[in-house]
């Protein structure tokens, strides 16, 4: 019996361990940035500028605007959770070929952007790179574009705006659904200290939405983002992409054939 015992203090004991772990180093879990040093230089195939905004806090942030001579129209694209913008600048081209600017931003602690991070200084953040676009084209022409984690950015700033456009690829119905399925037996809902709820925000956009997600994502379930897209109240669209993951949709047909329609501004 004090076996038992003392083998059940121990567990209890690690348990409370991982519990604070998972607390005290959750934004190394959620957020995977790489850095970039301040001189670093960005070289693309694609006409672009670089720029930096300055946050309230003072933070830098970083940003790229890709500019095609006869758009027909402009992307704010909010990236995924991994990398910067070197990385980012190259997948955004894939959007720019298509005759639209790309406005893309790097978040805190990523390659070159400063400053603390936290949820509310993410969605202020979205939201000043979206009245730098707003100085540069009417909000009509305005698609907004979230990836993974940048689709809960993405989803907030639209229900706070009018953009002509949404559009999300692999989207999380809250990072704490996400969060409970891969700590299932931790008080993960006392624990997160980011809940990214985009099902609280998706009902409040006007605009029409589409979402393309995989069967076979392994990192955000595709059950999540069917989920989110049921709570949708405005014009809505749901790609399924059969067999995709969460980071290949774009070599399958389901997306590359529909991806123009998303994009198209009506």
């Known amino acids: 019996m004090q076996k038992l015992k003392r083998v059940g203090r121990i567990l209890l004991i690690l348990y409370i361990l991982v519990a604070a772990m998972l607390y005290f180093l959750q934004e190394k879990i959620i957020f995977l940035p790489t850095k970039l040093p301040q001189e670093y230089v960005y070289n693309f195939s694609e006409s672009f500028e670089e720029f930096f905004l300055t946050a309230q806090d003072g933070a830098k942030l970083n940003g790229l605007h890709f500019k095609r001579k006869n758009p027909k129209g402009v992307i704010l694209y909010f990236h995924g959770n991994a990398g910067d913008l070197s990385r980012w600048g190259e997948i955004a081209i894939f959007f720019a070929k298509k005759e639209y600017d790309i406005i893309v931003m790097d978040y805190r602690t990523y390659g ?22 707003l100085e540069k084209y009417e909000e009509n022409a305005i698609i907004i574009y979230g990836r993974s984690l940048g689709a809960s950015v993405a989803t907030y700033t639209a229900s706070k705006n009018k953009p002509a456009k949404l559009v999300l690829e692999t989207p999380f119905y809250n990072l704490l659904e996400v969060a409970k399925k891969r700590f299932p037996v931790l008080p993960v809902k006392w624990l997160l200290k980011y809940k990214l709820e985009s099902n609280k925000y998706i009902s409040n956009i006007a605009c029409p939405i589409t979402i393309f997600h995989g069967t076979e994502d392994t990192v955000v379930p595709y059950e999540s983002g069917k989920k989110l897209f049921g709570l949708a109240t405005s014009k809505k669209e749901f790609i399924t992409v059969e067999g995709g993951g969460h980071n290949d949709l774009i070599s399958f047909k389901p997306y590359t054939t529909n991806i123009n329609k998303a994009l198209k501004i009506e």
């Open 112 to 133: 070159k952007s400063t400053g603390k991070l936290s949820e509310t200084a993410l969605f202020e953040d979205a939201q000043l790179f979206y009245n730098f676009t």
